[in-house]
Structures are given as C-alpha cells and as structure tokens.
C-alpha cells in the first residue's frame, strides 16, 4: 500500500500539508479551526463536552467525524487523577483519529501560568514573582519541568506566559504579568518559552497585544496608549519572545485599541506579527474573543461577520469551542460571502503545527503512561528555588529581622493559615476547586504560620487571624491586639485571596479602586503598630499596595508576590535567616493609595514637581530589594558625571564594567541593574529605563566582575513619523541597585546620522561575569 505524500516524512511539512488540504472538503478544513471545550472522565474512558452558556450545541459523535482541531482543557476543567486523565485524553484521541477520513488527532491545550494546571501538579510562584527573582535561566529550567508535564499527558500547548506589562496595578491581572519593564517582562517570558518549548510544547503568547491598558483598569476596558507607548512598551516582550524564543503560537487580546478589537485588526495579527516579525505559527483567540467581537464590540452584526472579521485578521484558531469557525463559516463560504482562501490560510498553519508536533504521522499514538505524578520532589524543589529567590526585603530598618531563634512570636492576619495565600488565581485550588466543595487540593501547601514554627521549633508562636481578608470585620482585633501585646515581635500576614470575576482581591476580574490593602487589614495594622510591640509585615499579594501609612513605624516588611506551594517555607526561611532575601521589585510599591495608573516609565512630567500637588515618587521604587548582607561597588569603568563624554557611532557599541564585592559575614544575590537615561530627545522618552542586568551570587568575602555589552539598539525608540530610530545626542548609561538609586555612570554622546533600526535590531543587553 503507498504511503500518500502528506504522511511521508521524508518530505517537508509544507509539501505534507498542501498534499493534505488538496484532499480535504470545506467542512473538514473549517473542522481543524475550532476546539471544543472537554472534560477528561473519571474511569479514563474518553471526554465529555463542558457544557457552557457560550457553547454551541452539538454531538460529539457527529462532530468529530469531520476532524477536530483542538481539544480544550481535558485536564484543566474539573479535578481528574492524572493517570486517570490521560487514559482518557489518550481514548479520545483515538476515538477522533478512527472518526474521521485522515485519521488526524486534536491537539490538546492546557492552562500552565504558573504551572500545569490540573489536579495534583506543581503550583509554582506566579509570573509576578519570576520577574522579582530577575532570573531567567531559573524560570527556563521552570518552562521545562512544566513543559515536561504537559507532556507526559498528552498536552501539546500551553496558554502561557502573558507578556502584558503592567501599566496600572490595580489592575486585578497584575499577578499574571512579570512586571511594569518591557525589558524584564521579554527577557523572563522569553526564557518561560525556550523552556516550556525544549520539551516539545507549544508556547502561546498572550495577550497580544494592550490588554495590560485597559482604561481605569478595568478588565477588558479600552485600551487608549498611544503609539509610542504601544510600540516602546507594550510589543517588545512580544518582539523578543516570537524572534528569539521562536514561539509558535500567539493569543489575541480581548481588548481594542483607539476603535479596532485586536481580534479584529490584520496590522496586528498579520502585517507586525507575521510580515514585520516572521512570525510562522497559529494565532488562537482568547476565549469566547471572537465572539465577543459581535456581543460586547459590536463590530460585527451576524456570526458570519464575526468569523470574517476574525480570519481577516489572522486568527486561525477559535477557542475555546466551536461557535463561529462551524457551520455558519461553511454556510458563509458557500454563500459566497468569505473568501474560501482565507479558510485554506487558517487550516494550512494549523496543520503545519500538528505536523511540527507529530500529528500528521501515520506511527503516531497517544501518550498512554501506566503511572504520572505531577509533583514530584524534583518540581517541589524547583518550586522551592524560585520562591525562595523571589521573596524580597522591602524594609528592615532596626535589624529585626532575622527572628531570633527563641523568641515570643505572634502571628496576626488573615493569610497567615490559609494554603490558598500562597496561590494565584490560575492555580488549580484557585481556579477550579471552588466550583467542587469538598475536593481536597491534591498538593501539599504549607502554610506560613505551619512552616515558621517548624522553621523556629525553640521560639514560642501563637496565631490569631484578626480580621477577614476583605470582609469589613474588625472583631478579632481586641484578640490579635491582646496576643501581640504578649510577644516579643508581632508577624502581621496580611495580603490577596487570588479569585475570578469579584470573588477574590487579586486575579481575572478583580480590579480594585485604589492601592489600599483590602477590607480592614489596614486598620488591623495600625492597632498592632499602636501597641509598641515590633512588627514585621510580611505581604502575601498579587499586586503592590501603598504603604507609605506605615513608613518608619515597622520593624520590617517582607514582600512575596503569590509564592506558591513552596512560598511558607521560602517566607519563613527569610524570616528565620537561614535565607538570605534576594528577590527585587518588578513593580513599584506606591506611597500612596490613589493618584494611578503609575509606573516607574516616565518622562519628566510624569514625575513629582511643582506643577502638581501629587507627588507619584514610589515608597519602593522598581528594583528596590534589601540583603542581610552588604556589598561594595568598586573599579567602575565608566566613572562619574565628570568623566569626560565618550563618542561611539550611532551604530556603535560600548562596554562598561563594574566589581561587585560581598564585604557582608554571609553569602548573598546583588542584582546589577543597567538603565538608560536619555537627556534630550525628538520625543518625550522615559527618565530611565531597565536594559540589562545580571544576579550575582556571591560567597562572603567573593567578588566578581561584570561586563554589559551595551549596542546603540537598545537605546532606539520610535520617533514621530513612527520609525524605530538611533538618535544623535548623549546618553547616560547608569549603573545602579534600582531604577532610583544609581552607583555609577557612564556618559556617551552618539555621533553620526539617525538610524532606523528594523526586525533585526538587538533586542537584549549581553553580560559577561568574571568571577575573582
């Protein structure tokens, strides 16, 4: 029997795929452009359909007759045994390849923000908490166990990372960001792909592009940057992570920009991602995001319209089930009313993926494993490392902290015993199990309040909540006053509940008014304080809050960002000091609770002056994080503000060195931060901004040296005829340990002509450490 061309591999995957689309009917192709929302079942004999007000209705039998492009969150949707689950994702599968004529499986998508999200697996720190670690090679090593995951059930892509950078923290998806820097948010996504795709998962990019903006932070509101802004801070982490990461898929924002949905905009999706870019995978919609293109924008009056304006646009996939790529697509096409090629475009990038991943072969079989733990100690640890790296020292004044050993403790606040506080609202516990009572978590989380007293055995430790996380009930205080008043040092564990759509403080829906720390937690700190007895604030949250109501009246203040099921232990172990804190601020922590949107990006008028009575300048600015030890700056080779000028081209290149020595009694992290400062230029730039940097872990007593290889590209910017360009003039390379406080300069004055830049710019700052 011969083999036909589309399953040799002998041949390229374009020629397998035009030899397969010249074989397939209408209906066949439109099939491969949707997914259907399922559920895995309990005995692992196949799926069922999840049932939803926004589905379309159908037969499964029927349905998959046809072919099926993908599968959506088999494992994602109600607590299942992994093992369990990937029999059954492994039964459907086969059940899909024997329906249909070509025997082409779906691919399978799952949810994986902050690990694999399913029943029993790993719950790492969020993406927020990556970005304050500031290290990549740790959150790729991270994309790869999750990759692995994945994997090992059957899943090929994963729905992550988000690459929105934050524009406004009050914002309730702040914790899914990596941060407020386009420069940190691309190197550390960028990193989560490489990973996440070395174990042969899909990556998809989301949420492309100015979800992050919406107006007043409110979830899917208008998003009203400007061109600039659009071009210079939100895209690049996009940019980054499609041309170095090689990401394969993207997922287009629910929101629009100046009038145009992203899910219907082809300057977007098609002309920046793919013919500026050379972007070559699928573009998929956010959720119900094409339909939304008719019920909440209004741009389009019937589901044929929809859909046309989706494929228009790029978007080859519609999630998470079939509405509009469906029958009213066929009934369109027939009707003349959609160009059939814009069909034939969608499903030849689908079926290249599917073959990339192996679909198309004729050997291939579902992954079918006996056994499958998705937390083993390897995870755990990892999970550990990063939380442990993410934890950062706002504050610690007087030296209370580290705790002594066998000291009074008491533990106040509303976070300090719950599991929950240590998760985002991605994670599986967060996500799902609310809509099943009584489902145990399936992993273990210790709790802070668990994890100090094993961390302390010797220290005497009581607990009390004090008050609700955001329920205005202040009747716990006179006990969380009474047991702090007994202790040598209160620990206040105050912070977010991570939910969805109003039902937590932080997470999808949960945008908030202002920076204060919800219900009454606020005002529980202030009668802890009002007792004289030192307090340790520790913030178990998903954005920053204002804490200037606090400034110098506590002993210290420890910040992690949803840590997750190893964040007790991390925190405690900072607490404790047998960690030393390393982790550093990817947002600013405000002073104030009002006068927002803010972040550090800004030009002169944007910062504090005479010409407002606001004054924005952040309690903690981006960067900021404290050590139990110290370390010394020194053989700097830029020099100073009076070193002279140095010339390089507007296409030129400069090295600038310093050593970093740990002059502390104990190991420690210094994260060497390189910002750009732009004196004058033909557009407003920001003051500063992050282009590199490079964590050293130094030995007491060690010392190393470190290199940045700083090219004319990365101060390129996009001027007022909408060019990327070099600019002629002086710059100022800064050297410092936050984006406030700088350690040495380096000044340059660029000669020569403009320069447009394009595609192929460097995007990243190249170190080199050189340990002595």
């Avoid at 033909?682 to 470190?706: F, K, M």
Wanted: charged residues 20%.
């Amino acid at each position: 029997m011969t083999t036909a061309p589309w399953r040799d591999r002998a041949l390229s995957a374009a020629a397998r795929v035009d030899d397969l689309l010249s074989r397939m009917t209408l209906e066949e192709r439109t099939a491969q452009l949707y997914g259907v929302w399922v559920g895995a079942s309990t005995d692992g004999g196949g799926v069922a359909p999840h049932q939803h007000d926004m589905t379309a209705d159908y037969e499964w039998d029927d349905l998959i007759t046809l072919g099926l492009g993908q599968l959506t969150r088999p494992f994602g949707t109600a607590p299942v045994d992994p093992s369990t689950g990937a029999r059954a994702l492994a039964a459907a599968q086969r059940r899909i390849a024997a329906a249909g004529r070509f025997g082409i499986p779906a691919l399978a998508h799952e949810e994986c923000l902050a690990g694999f999200t399913a029943w029993r697996a790993t719950a790492y720190p969020v993406p927020l908490a990556w970005g304050a670690a500031f290290d990549p090679s740790l959150v790729e090593e991270m994309g790869r166990a999750i990759g692995h995951d994945l994997r090992a059930v059957g899943v090929h892509q994963g729905l992550a990372p988000v690459l929105d950078v934050v524009r406004d923290p009050r914002w309730g998806r702040v914790e899914e960001t990596i941060g407020e820097d386009p420069y940190l948010v691309a190197t550390i996504g960028t990193a989560y792909v490489r990973g996440l795709q070395s174990a042969g998962v899909v990556a998809t990019l989301k949420h492309f592009a100015g979800y992050a903006s919406s107006a007043g932070a409110r979830n899917l509101a208008p998003v009203r940057a400007g061109t600039r802004e659009f071009a210079d801070v939100t895209l690049p982490p996009f940019e980054m992570a499609v041309r170095e990461g090689g990401a394969r898929s993207v997922m287009a924002a629910y929101t629009e920009r100046d009038g145009v949905p992203a899910s219907a905009d082809p300057e977007l999706l098609t002309r920046l991602l793919r013919e500026e870019w050379g972007f070559t995978g699928t573009v998929v919609a956010d959720y119900f995001g094409i339909g939304f293109l008719q019920t909440l924008h209004r741009v389009a009056g019937t589901p044929a319209e929809t859909a046309r304006l989706a494929l228009e646009a790029g978007i080859d996939v519609e999630l998470p089930t079939v509405k509009h790529y469906g029958e009213a697509l066929v009934a369109a096409v027939r009707a003349g009313e959609i160009p059939e090629a814009l069909v034939d475009r969608a499903c030849r990038r689908v079926l290249l993926q599917k073959c990339e991943l192996g679909l198309l072969d004729e050997d291939w079989q579902p992954e079918h494993p006996e056994s499958v733990d998705l937390d083993p100690a390897a995870n755990r640890a990892l999970a550990r490392r990063l939380a442990e790296e993410s934890v950062v020292l706002l504050d610690n004044p007087t030296g209370l902290l580290p705790l002594a050993p066998d000291t009074r403790i008491a533990v106040v606040g509303p976070r300090a015993a719950d599991a929950l506080a240590m998760l985002g609202c991605y994670s599986f516990p967060s996500h799902v199990l609310p809509h099943h009572p009584g489902v145990e978590t399936g992993i273990e989380i210790p709790t802070l309040l668990e994890s100090l007293r094993t961390e302390l055995p010797d220290a005497k430790v009581t607990f009390t909540e004090g008050c609700p996380v955001s329920d205005p009930d202040p009747s716990g205080f006179a006990e969380a006053i009474a047991r702090a008043s007994e202790a040598d040092v209160c620990v206040a564990v105050l912070g977010d509940r991570a939910g969805l759509f109003g039902r937590g403080t932080s997470g999808e829906g949960c945008d908030v008014a202002d920076l204060t720390l919800p219900g009454v937690q606020g005002e529980l700190l202030d009668a802890l304080v009002a007792t004289g007895v030192p307090v340790v604030l520790v913030l178990l949250t998903g954005r920053p809050y204002a804490l200037g109501r606090w400034h110098g009246r506590l002993g210290a203040i420890v910040q992690a960002f949803f840590p997750g099921e190893e964040g007790g232990p991390a925190v405690s172990g900072v607490l404790s000091g047998r960690l030393n804190p390393s982790g550093r601020l990817p947002v600013s922590v405000p002073r104030l609770p009002g006068g927002q949107p803010w972040t550090y990006l800004q030009p002169p008028l944007g910062l504090a002056g005479e010409v407002s009575s606001l004054d924005p300048t952040p309690l903690y600015a981006f960067g900021h994080g404290r050590s139990y030890t110290s370390f010394v700056w020194e053989d700097f080779t830029g020099g100073g503000p009076r070193t002279p000028v140095t010339e390089i081209g507007t296409d030129g290149s400069y090295d600038l060195s310093v050593t970093v020595r740990n002059t502390g009694p104990r190991p420690g992290t210094e994260v060497v931060q390189l910002y750009l400062h732009d004196p004058v230029a033909s557009v407003t730039r920001p003051d500063v901004r992050l282009i590199g940097y490079q964590r050293l872990d130094l030995a007491d007593g060690e010392s190393a040296r470190v290199t940045f290889r700083f090219h004319t590209d990365l101060s390129a910017f996009t001027d007022r005829a909408g060019r990327r360009v070099v600019e002629p003039g002086e710059l100022e390379l800064r050297l410092g340990t936050s984006s406030a406080l700088v350690r040495g300069t380096a000044r340059l004055r660029l000669t020569g002509p403009v320069r447009e830049v394009g595609a192929d710019r460097r995007l990243r700052c190249e170190t080199e450490v050189v340990r002595n």
